[in-house]
Every structure is written in structure tokens, then in C-alpha cells.
């Protein structure tokens, strides 16, 4: 039987890459009845794997209970129909960082959706309040930027749009803490909190490379043992992908026109050559 969580019982996700994914495992894993969404069936796929590889490595090391284990693995649906999610109370978009695209299916979920489901965006930088504006549903619209991966990172940003209810601001907070997660509430600025901050960072570290103040090994060493950081600014970069840093400095240069956001010309140099990090087995580093 599926749990309800904030008034939660039945939870889209769109996008089956590694965030929505993870998204889908952790809300699972937490009873809530799944439906997730990709127009690739071969990616629905990939994500049933790495779901069911995710929560094994999860359970051995004791991070979440058999029974966990067993909503994780059974209490999601796969699904390549947008009709599929007809039923849901909430949607969490998790798709290309492209506005364009997110207002197109945000539409179509306008429409298909019953008038009281809530639409939530994991994006990391577009602004909530004019995706929001392009729906019939403003008040309630929300982001929900989870952190990657997903099923370790106990951060999610939440951001109410001008328009969201506070009613839907404390249900989409007390779902996050439902599962398990810890809360900063952000203002709707480009880059909100945690990109806002970590952005600049990345962007300074390719000005470092590109300057050849030091090597990209010394660049991350300084930054890790120096800060006490787990990961260096280049090899997260990597991680995260250098087209998504690209384009969330883009939309933060945009939106706040301050010259400290433009990206960096070799991190654009990067990405035009198709270097886009772990995802393409080389960025800064070679995978």
C-alpha cells in the first residue's frame, strides 16, 4: 500500500537521466507511488538499472532497510505516455536546463493534469516566477532543485515563484523533509543559493587554468585541501557537466547583468569541442 506524504500519494518525475532517477528512487524508497516519465524508452531503461544497482549498494551498506529496498525497486512506474501521468498530484520536471523546452511540456502538463496538482521544476538557475507565469497554475508552481546524486545529498533548494502559495511552498517543504532531506529556501534569483555561490567558483577555477596560474591537478589539490572541499572545482565541473555550467552562468550573466557571470572562454572552448565531462568520458579530465 503507498504512503502519503505532505498530502503526496501519487508522484510524476520527467526526465529519466541521473537526476530524475535519482528523484524517483528517493521518493520510492519512501513509499510514495512513481510514475517516471522519457520519451527514450531506452533511457527508461538505463534508469531501471542504475535504480536497482543504486539501491543494492544502498542496502549493503545498510543506508536503507529491505523493505526500503523493495518499495524502491516495485514502487515505481516506467512510463513513455505523457497520458501515464494523468493521475499525479505533483509533477517534478527534471529535463534539459532549456527554458523553452520546460515552458513546452509545462504547458502540455497544464492541460492534462487535474486542477489541483502542484508542478515542481528541478531546475538549477531558470527563474520559477516565469515558467510559472506561462501556466494556468502559478500558485502552484514551485522549484525543487535536488542536489546530484540524488539518493546521498540531503540538500534540496526550495523556491517559491511570485505567485506560489504559501500553502504549496510548506506542502512541497515537508514532502523534501519527508524524504529525509534538509531544506534552504531560496528567493526566485538566477542561480538561487547554491549555484549563485558555487558557479563563480567553477568559473574562476577555468580563468586560473586558462591564465596557467597552475595545473588543473594543482587548481583542484588547492581547493580540496586548502577549503576542505571533497571534490575540486574542475573535477566537479566534470561531474556536473561543463555544458550545464555554460548554460546556468549564461542565464545568471542574463539575468543579473553583473560581468562576473559570463563564462569563462575556455569553458566555452570546452564545451563547443564536445568536451562535456564525465557524462562524455572527457572534459578537464580524461574518464
Known sequence: MNAAIAGFSHVGVIGAGQMGAGIAQVSATFGLKVTLYDVCKEQLESARAGIRKSLEKLAEK????????ESGLSGIQFASNLEDLKSCDLVIEAIVENEDVKNELFSKLDKLLAPAAILASNTSSIPITRMAAKTSRSD????????NPVPLMKLVEVIPGMATSEETTIRI???AEGLGKEISRSQDYPGFVVNRILMPMINEAFRALMESVASKEDIDKGMKLGTNQPMGPLALADFIGLDTCKSILEIMHEGLGDPRYKPCPLLVKYVEAGFLGRKTKRGVYTY
Not at 62 to 69: A, D, I, Y
Not at 140 to 147: D, E, T, V
Request: charged content about 15%; overall charge positive; glycine content about 10%.
Open 62 to 69: 545498510g543506508t536503507v532497510t529491505p523493505p526500503q529496498k
Open 140 to 147: 502552484r508552481f514551485i522549484g525543487m532543485h535536488f542536489m
Open 173 to 175: 517543504t515537508k514532502l
